[in-house]
């Protein structure tokens, strides 16, 4: 696998409370972790056993150092991982302890402009999958430019600048965004109108309600998982994709694989930042009661 995109440096806090002009929210407890889209997904790939390479951009300066460190600890290959001008991305988080929902602001640094060298080129043609988050999005073109075929997964959680779905085999936004990128309220028909646009796959997160997965012919509608405990939903979707690919790697079935993934994000949702309760992988094969 190779995972493109943004890895930043989270700050996270946990407090109750809106944010209001000239206001002051106390919070009780606050934490600091390595975070992003991609970055993530190819850390829950790295717990899970999947061979994975991490290419993107961050500024030359301590907290890049600091995240490519946290990456390799994981077991990433960072090799693509380069310094570049401009700042690292960072992001503040405050999440709400009774709920686990997060509110995120970030910058995204130096991670906004990447052109791949000929190196990461040829580690995107070998790879089995590319995984890429709305700012790695913006190398597929490349990649297909360049004939290389390997299917590209689209992390489509968030707004995606220029968004081709023709460029992509598997797109996996949130039920929300999938609706507002469709232009419609019914999820079938948001279903339908993805995939002609282009991907054989389309995966759909949707909070409790677990995820949706749409190939030709066939939906699938998976249930949630209950996570052991309710800490934050920061970074879950992240894990999802990391997972949902691990599985179909691994040789799963849609079903399968959407069951292993729904299991890894609720497991991940039991820590306050992103990365902290990822699974293992014999972990995760406990938890979600696959026999594979």
């Known amino acids: 696998m190779v995972c493109i995109g943004v890895a930043c440096h989270d700050t996270i806090a946990v407090a109750a409370g809106a944010v209001v002009p000239d206001g002051r929210i106390v919070a009780s407890e606050i934490v600091?972790?390595?975070?992003?889209?991609?970055?993530?997904?190819?850390?829950?790939?790295?717990?899970?056993?999947?061979?994975?390479?991490?290419?993107?951009?961050?500024?030359?300066?301590?907290?890049?150092?600091?995240?490519?460190?946290?990456?390799?600890?994981?077991?990433?290959?960072?090799?693509?991982?380069?310094?570049?001008?401009?700042?690292?991305?960072?992001?503040?988080?405050?999440?709400n302890p009774e709920t686990g929902q997060r509110s995120i602001v970030t910058y995204?640094?130096?991670?906004?402009?990447?052109?791949?060298?000929?190196?990461?080129?040829?580690?995107?043609?070998?790879?089995?999958?590319?995984?890429?988050?709305?700012?790695?999005?913006?190398?597929?073109?490349?990649?297909?430019?360049?004939?290389?075929?390997?299917?590209?997964?689209?992390?489509?959680?968030?707004?995606?600048?220029?968004?081709?779905?023709?460029?992509?085999?598997?797109?996996?936004?949130?039920?929300?965004?999938?609706?507002r990128t469709m232009g419609t309220g019914d999820l079938e028909e948001a279903l339908g109108r993805a995939l002609a646009a282009g991907p054989r796959m389309v995966a759909v997160t949707c909070g409790e309600e677990g995820s949706v997965g749409a190939v030709r012919g066939e939906v699938l509608r998976v249930p949630a998982f209950a996570p052991p405990v309710m800490v934050s939903t920061l970074g879950a979707g992240d894990v999802f994709h990391g997972a949902l690919l691990a599985g179909l790697v691994e040789g799963m079935g849609v079903g399968d694989a959407l069951r292993y993934a729904n299991g890894a994000a609720a497991l991940a949702c039991r820590a306050m930042d992103g990365r902290s309760g990822i699974p293992g992988r014999g972990e995760l094969r406990g938890f979600v009661g696959l026999d594979f």
Not at 52 to 74: N, P, Y
Request: with cysteine.
């Open 108 to 179: 995204s640094g130096a991670a906004v402009t990447m052109t791949l060298t000929v190196d990461e080129l040829e580690a995107c043609a070998a790879a089995e999958w590319v995984h890429v988050d709305q700012t790695g999005f913006r190398v597929v073109r490349q990649l297909r430019e360049a004939g290389i075929q390997t299917p590209v997964s689209l992390d489509g959680g968030t707004v995606v600048a220029g968004l081709d779905l023709g460029l992509v085999d598997m797109y996996a936004p949130t039920r929300n965004e999938l609706l």
């Open 32 to 95: 600091e972790a390595g975070g992003g889209n991609a970055a993530t997904a190819a850390v829950a790939l790295a717990r899970l056993g999947i061979g994975v390479s991490f290419i993107g951009r961050v500024g030359r300066d301590e907290t890049g150092e600091r995240i490519g460190a946290g990456l390799a600890g994981e077991g990433v290959d960072v090799a693509g991982l380069k310094g570049t001008e401009g700042r690292t991305g960072r992001s503040v988080i405050i999440v």
